[in-house]
């Protein structure tokens, strides 16, 4: 029977998300047995064990070391100093780092991989290649742009980028060149890029049929509106939201309408603002035929998520790599991008190069991109059909195709 490691980088949803993506196509394509072991950690690994109850037996905790929270997402101060002391309950990052080598090599050692996949775990790549083991690494991200702010970033850049070049095939999960969202984190040496296969997003661009309208979506139909997504872990969402009722806060957009979905799964978040300064069930909002400012929902259903994308006039975003894709390349929609990361800022500032959006760093900006967008929304649309014929989303399936390959030596 073969096996199949799984590195999921337990940082943001995204590695996640790609994963569950491939494992759906595996079955299509890998007709031998085989069996899958899953490693991460935090969110990432409960979320493991949710989805495969029947099979903790092949889902092992790591600690792979990750940058430490702050109030306004991951805090630079308190991760630098935490690579000699400890912090939040994390012990020295060097520490971290051998503790989490250890615990990988003894699951090698121990499961004799046939092929390993590190979606965003690097070290993976380097316990891979020292034992002779095929290694995929999925990555939107190699070497990124750095800004004037940032330039002490680069030697951990550098460093980061030699263990991705490790892997013995690197997966990019984005459309070829010139249609490439992360390709201002890209940035390959010309010796790496032979090893390189841009497979695609690892989105879905299938219709759901909804057999049943919900009340959210009766409620936001024949309205227009802007879609403001909160995505990533607790801090990224956390900072993302107070980026986002700063601008609500303005009396320039006090009549936009807009939708928040706050991607976490607590029906108490959900609540209608209504032009008259009061606060409503949806169901209440609905049957008063309520003339409404503001939809706040905790978690939006795939069919609604649809409908949402379908009705809005543009979305706003912090930039991550896989939304950006859902919603340009699957919906055709122009954004607007508040970043929280440099990755994000790379993402929208090439979105921005390309008039497909509007990169935003602060509450005027915000507020000039809706207007931006509003006046010129033919020509953003022009741009957006464009990028849509062109834009790969089969990546889960095209990297399904790869690991049948590998595993039946094909390449």
């Known amino acids: ?24 196509h595996l079955t299509e394509y890998i007709k031998d047995e085989y069996e899958i072991h899953y490693s991460s950690k ?10 495969f109850p029947s099979q903790h037996h092949f889902i092992h905790e790591i600690l792979m070391p990750t940058p430490i929270d ?23 990052l060097l520490k971290q780092i051998s503790n989490y080598l250890k615990e990988e090599r003894k699951l090698y050692d121990k499961e004799k991989f046939d092929l390993v996949i590190n979606d965003g775990d690097m070290g993976s790549n380097v316990l891979a290649k020292n034992r002779g083991i095929t290694s995929l690494f999925v990555t939107n991200q190699f070497r990124p742009k750095l800004w004037k702010s940032r330039f002490y970033f680069y030697p951990s850049v550098v460093f980061i980028s030699k263990q991705i070049a490790k892997a013995t095939r690197i997966i990019v999960a984005d459309s070829p060149p010139p249609y490439t969202i992360c390709e201002y984190n890209l940035n390959f040496s010309d010796k790496v890029k032979e090893k ?14 909804n057999k049943l309208t919900t009340n959210l979506e009766k409620l936001i139909q024949d309205n227009e509106f802007g879609y403001w997504m909160r995505t990533g872990n607790r801090s990224t969402n956390d900072v993302t939201g107070e980026k986002y009722e700063e601008v609500f806060h303005d009396n320039k957009i006090k009549s936009e ?15 209608v603002l209504g032009k008259d300064g009061k606060k409503y069930s ?37 930039g991550s790599h896989t939304v950006m894709g859902e919603i340009l ?6 954004i607007i991008g508040i970043p929280v990361y440099d990755e994000h800022t790379n993402n929208l500032r090439w979105a921005e190069d390309k008039n497909l959006g509007v990169l935003a760093q602060n ?28 834009f790969t989303a089969n990546g889960a399936e095209s990297t399904a195709k790869i690991v049948r390959d590998v595993l039946e030596k094909k390449i």
């Open 196 to 209: 390189v296969t841009y497979v695609g997003h690892f989105a879905t661009n299938k219709v759901l049929e």
């Open 70 to 92: 702050g109030k306004m997402g991951p805090s630079i101060t308190l991760s630098m100093l935490n690579l000699f002391l400890p912090i939040s309950k994390n012990p020295p």
């Open 282 to 318: 949806i169901l209440d909002a609905l049957e008063k035929k309520i003339d409404w400012i503001q939809i706040d929902i905790g978690f939006l259903t795939e069919t609604e998520k649809q409908t949402v994308l379908r009705f809005c006039k543009y979305v706003v975003i912090n």
């Open 363 to 390: 509450k005027g900006q915000v507020i000039d991109a809706i207007s931006k967008i509003t006046n010129n929304y033919n020509k953003f649309q022009e741009k957006l059909d464009d990028f849509s014929k062109n």
């Open 329 to 334: 390349g699957v919906n055709s929609k122009p």
């Open 257 to 271: 309408k807009r939708i928040i979905s706050h991607a976490r799964n607590d029906p108490s978040i959900d609540r």
């Open 1 to 24: 029977m073969k096996k199949i490691g799984e590195f999921i980088y337990p940082w943001g949803s995204g590695h996640f998300s790609r994963m569950m993506a491939l494992n759906n």
């Open 42 to 51: 935090a969110e990432i690994y409960q979320k493991l064990l949710e989805k």
